[in-house]
């Protein structure tokens, strides 16, 4: 016999003999030693494609339980095969396999931690057969022609069919149509070769049953039908025959459309296997079409649980059992409120969910009551079935005779609803308790007895915690009492914890008089209201401060109580409440409540209108008298109906609506017929006016409006009486032209101190000061940005004086003497204070030298550096740089540099190339960096000085008492050294012969060839910030060096 025919005979044998257990391995050994005796089948080859192999896994011979098998995992020549596909419980779809390849195959049964369970080899089998099928042929020698025989047998059955079959397609137009088909029974039995749609209701039926037939077209009845309807015959004990008869087809029909059962495919399969998970006897994570084994025996197993015949049959009493049953249930995807109460009672017993439980029954709440089930014995399914639920409801109910520190807290519960055990609750759960929870559980439509379960305490909690109500005893009843009385709704002179019938009435009349629903039950709305109109609420009884507005409110809209209005809130002051509160439309109650004073409120201090009694008023008369529309001769604050006759004259004349109302539109328009400031105007010049004031030093607010009142009036008249005017409180032409002199400083004003040198003074605290001086001092001090520094700082130079020849100072080259910017900023502050206030300083006439010479300022060049000295590394925008350059340390208190480590003052182009001691790279201190010129800060000084004439420049620098100077460039920096050392005590030090330079006063003396000086404050402290200790002495010293080189110039 050839190879081939072999191979065929071998694959026939294949399709029609189920595949058994070819090879198995288990850790278990009892597994194995089953196996090889029992040799059960396992593995069955369902069909082979032409590109794949479809087979099915009979694990029962295994002895494992098939509930612990996760998953099974294929290996072909020991790599795992991927393109599987599983088809449904324990059918796979090998894709890409033929049978002859199934034999190098393993299969592994893995469980729910990836154990392994099983291993089953195909090999040692497929040679077992193979042998088998050459066996029988040699021993045969007719083998070969037999199987020959067969093949040509087989082939002219096929061709035959096909033959058969063509006359019926070419019948096909004789064939009647469906509907006399469904009305006439059959005419005959169906056979092989019939054609109609019978048969393919007949295919239908028998594939529903697990009868497969390939047969195409679909209605015709071939080979394939013919086999699969004597597989049919022979299973279910009838006459084997091939042929359908009508006794036949109904029965087959009967069994496809009736109850579902084992080998059945049909869709309804689907939804079974989903309520049997619901019930607990889950099939398979993705259920199919199939009812197969498993199904059967979870069906079995249903059925017994609900006391049914165990039948596997889902009859009608199945199916409703399943349905009532799942309802009554819980298990994983479910929201249900039951949830929270299963977590609690899961938590109780160590199977933790969630310390915040919801009504979600998620993946994590299936691991614990599968670990529960596990446990106490049940089948761990992770479905929450009546009985796992009285399991956990017993385990975790409180009963009588039990102890434990939460029964404390139920019988307080207990007691809020008027249930009380006892005024002092203790942790015996004993008969008095019971009787209390039985008594509540009936009340609630709770089941009774006796025993606090979770859903009891659940229930009780919600109740006891949950919005007050008639019968409730809790202290929040003795607050909400209170608060209805504040909004006139009193219940008693002496409010108890009990909400009482009374109580019930009370919060019903709030609610109707409110429009809430009228329940009686205080709800977060009804709650919140209340304590909102509550909170401030003034009624009868009370006294309070605020009384005595309220009824300056009232009075001001007609409803006087009394001319001196007391803190007391009378019977008549509630009346009056009540007529307001009638009269806007306001619930009445006579109590004051939040809305009736806001509202009372707005309206009292609102625009202006007929009725009102307001000093305004007067305002109001005398501005439609200067418009031309006067109102009398003697204004009062009454506004009444004459006022509101001119006022809708003058709204009509401005072409405004003409509403008799004093709105923003009508007092713009007055206001521009207005030729004063004054108490009740409202205009855009007032906040200029304010800030005058301030200047003068008559501040009237931090945030001034354009409102006149009486804050402004009050100031205006003390700006009056500080200079000799009449003191009207208005805003007058006298009284504005006064003002402007005095800011002007031609007239002496006292302003003041700004500066304060003692403390360390920042960057911010500059920038600060910079703005009050330029406020309180326009005209008299200019100020403008020179440039910026390498972290964007702004490098500021101010000019104080009108003179036009100018002197200029400078500070904080190094970062370090940060006390220069002190000294420089207090000078213009004292300087500026003493100009305004017509005052010599320091035996100088400070306008003389002011009006003649102006002195420039630049307080801080180096805002970097500054900043880090005083504030470190986090100051500066690259911090792990500055670090770097300072050697890797964090204190920054030696360093003298820009942020880039290179020293300001050796920056300038004077000597520069012979500058000594440069360490050669950038550091703290002392690196001259790579040409003049290179760092900004250096560079907007260079620019600046260059856009000036000065006649002297000053850089200021510490420690030491000392000042540096050039001789015999010019002939003035000797003598300028001289005086300054006689103001100061320190002690000069010409440098004329140094070779040496690169800073700010070499460059200005050398290449300007004008007087410059370097003054070094404080005693020598070092490598270090002069200390704050020596402020007082460094102050002293130089306090009049600022007018002494300003007035030097004046005289040069």
């Known amino acids: 016999m050839n190879s081939k025919k072999l191979t065929l005979l071998f694959i026939c044998l294949l399709l029609i003999t189920p595949w058994g257990p070819l090879s198995v391995t288990s850790s278990q050994l009892a597994f194995a030693e089953e196996l090889e005796e029992g040799r059960e089948q396992i593995v069955f080859i369902e069909e082979e494609k032409e590109t794949s192999i479809i087979l099915s896994l009979v694990l029962d011979s295994l002895s494992i339980e098939e509930s612990l098998i996760e998953s099974v995992q294929f290996y072909h020549d020991e790599e ?128 529903i049953l697990g009868y497969q037939s390939n047969d195409q077209p679909v209605e015709y009845f071939g080979k394939s039908t ?65 009812f197969g084994p498993i199904t059967d025996r979870q069906l079995r197993a249903f059925q017994q649980q609900a006391g049914l015949e165990p039948d596997g049959i889902a009859g009608s009493d199945t199916l409703q059992a399943l349905e009532t049953m799942r309802f009554e249930n819980l298990w994983v995807g479910m929201y249900d409120e039951r949830v929270i109460v299963l977590k609690q009672m899961l938590a109780k017993k160590g199977y933790g969910v969630s310390s915040n439980p919801t009504t979600y029954f998620g993946p994590i709440t299936e691991r614990q009551v599968t670990a529960f089930q596990k446990d106490y014995g049940f089948p761990e399914n992770g479905v929450v079935t009546n009985d796992v639920w009285e399991k956990l409801r017993d385990l975790t109910s409180f009963k009588n005779g039990d102890r434990h520190p939460d029964i404390v807290q139920l019988k307080r519960y207990l007691a ?139 009075a001001i809209l007609g409803y006087g109580v009394s001319d001196t209005p007391t803190s007391l809130y009378g019977s008549i002051t509630e009346s009056m409440v009540s007529e307001f509160q009638r009269d806007f ?67 009509a004349f401005a072409n405004l609506s003409q509403t008799g109302i004093v709105d923003a539109a009508t007092l713009a328009e007055l206001q521009k017929y207005s030729t004063r400031l004054f108490n009740g105007s409202r205009h855009a010049d007032v906040i200029d006016f304010k800030l005058d004031l301030e200047r003068a030093g008559f501040k009237v607010s931090n945030n001034p409006t354009n409102y006149f009142g009486p804050s402004t009036e009050e100031k205006v008249k003390a700006f009056q009486r500080r200079y000799g005017l009449l003191q009207t409180g208005i805003g007058d032409e006298a009284t504005l032209a ?48 020179i440039g910026r520094s390498v972290d964007g700082r702004n490098i500021y130079a101010i000019k104080l004086g009108h003179g036009s020849k100018e002197v200029m100072f400078n500070g904080s080259h190094h970062a370090r003497e940060h006390m220069t910017t002190n000294v420089l900023m207090k000078m213009v502050d004292d300087y500026a204070k003493a100009y305004a206030g017509h005052n010599s300083y320091g035996g100088y006439n400070v306008r003389t030298v002011l009006n003649n010479v102006s002195i420039w300022f630049v307080p801080m060049l180096n805002p970097d550096g500054v900043m880090l000295v005083q504030q470190g590394a986090n100051s500066a925008r690259n911090p792990s740089q500055a670090i770097v350059l300072n050697n890797g340390s964090t204190n920054f208190q030696g360093w003298k540099a820009n942020i880039r480590g290179v020293d300001l003052n050796r920056q300038y182009p004077a000597l520069w190339n012979t500058i000594t001691n440069n360490p050669g790279r950038p550091g703290p201190a002392n690196y001259k960096g790579t040409a003049p010129l290179t760092e900004p800060e250096a560079k907007a000084l260079y620019d600046f000085t260059l856009s000036r004439n000065f006649m002297t420049a000053i850089s200021y620098h510490s420690s030491g008492e000392v000042i540096y100077a050039r001789y015999n460039q010019e002939p003035y920096t000797q003598r300028i050294a001289q005086g300054v050392a006689n103001i100061t005590g ?46 007082s002495r460094v102050w002293n010293q130089n306090r009049t060096v600022g007018l002494y080189i300003a007035n030097e110039a004046r005289t040069r």
């Open 80 to 207: 795992q095969f991927e393109n599987v596909y599983n088809l449904e419980e324990n059918r796979y779809e090998l894709e890409g396999v033929s049978i002859e390849q199934l034999a190098q195959f393993v299969f592994v049964l893995l469980g729910e931690e990836g154990e392994e369970l099983a291993t089953i080899h195909m090999e040692d089998e497929w040679l077992e057969e193979e042998e088998l099928v050459k066996q029988e042929v040699s021993d045969d020698p007719n083998a070969e022609e037999a199987v020959q025989e067969e093949q040509e047998n087989v082939e002219s059955e096929r061709d035959l069919a096909e033959v058969e079959a063509e006359p019926a397609m070419e019948a096909e137009p004789e064939v009647e149509t469906a509907e006399a088909a469904e009305e006439e029974e059959l005419a005959h039995a169906l056979r092989y070769g019939d054609q109609s749609q019978d048969v393919t209701k007949l295919k239908e039926y028998l594939a």
């Open 226 to 290: 013919e086999e699969s309807v004597e597989q049919f015959q022979s299973d279910y004990e009838r006459n084997v025959t091939g042929e359908v008869d009508e006794e036949t087809f109904e029965f087959i029909e009967e069994l496809a459309t009736g109850p579902l059962r084992q080998g059945m495919y049909r869709e309804d399969v689907i939804e079974l296997k989903i309520h049997l998970v619901q019930n607990g006897h889950g099939v398979s994570s993705t259920p199919t079409t199939y």
């Open 416 to 554: 809020v609803l008027g249930y009380e055990v006892t005024s002092s609750p203790t942790q015996l759960y004993g008969s008095i308790t019971a009787r209390m929870v039985s008594e509540f559980q009936e009340d609630y439509g709770l089941p009774v007895t006796g025993e606090a379960d979770l859903l009891t305490i659940a229930v009780l909690t919600d109740e006891a915690t949950g919005p007050l109500k008639n019968g409730m005893y809790r202290d929040d009843a003795r607050t909400l009492k209170i608060n209805l009385e504040k909004v006139g709704f009193k219940v008693s002179n002496t409010p108890t914890i009990y909400f009482g019938p009374s109580t019930h009435q009370a919060v019903v009349a709030f609610q109707e008089t409110y429009g809430l629903t009228a329940d009686g039950i205080v709800g977060h709305q009804t709650a919140s209201l209340l304590n909102e109109l509550a909170r401030g609420s003034l009624y009868v009884g009370l006294r309070d401060s605020k009384v005595i507005e309220l009824k300056q409110h009232l």
């Open 585 to 651: 439309n306001l619930p009445v109650t006579g109590a004051a409540d939040s809305r009736t004073q806001k509202v009372l409120k707005d309206r009292a201090t609102g625009p202006l209108q007929e009725g009102m009694y307001r000093d305004d008023v007067v305002t109001l008369k005398i501005m439609l008298d200067q418009a031309g529309f006067k109102v009398s001769n003697s204004n009062t604050n009454f506004f009444g109906s004459i006022t509101t006759s001119r006022l809708k004259e003058f709204q």
């Open 738 to 785: 006064m003002l402007k002199r005095v800011i002007n400083n031609e007239v002496a004003r006292t302003v003041s101190s700004i500066v304060d040198g003692s403390r360390t003074y920042s960057y911010s605290q500059m920038r600060s000061d910079i703005e009050r001086l330029e406020f309180f001092y326009p005209g008299l001090i200019e100020t403008r940005v």
């Open 986 to 1031: 320190y002690s000069p030090i010409n440098l004329q012969h140094s070779q040496s330079g690169g800073g700010f006063t070499d460059w200005f003396i050398l290449n300007r060839k004008r007087p410059g000086l370097t003054p070094e404050i404080s005693p020598f402290v070092g490598d270090r910030p002069v200390p704050l200790s020596n402020w």
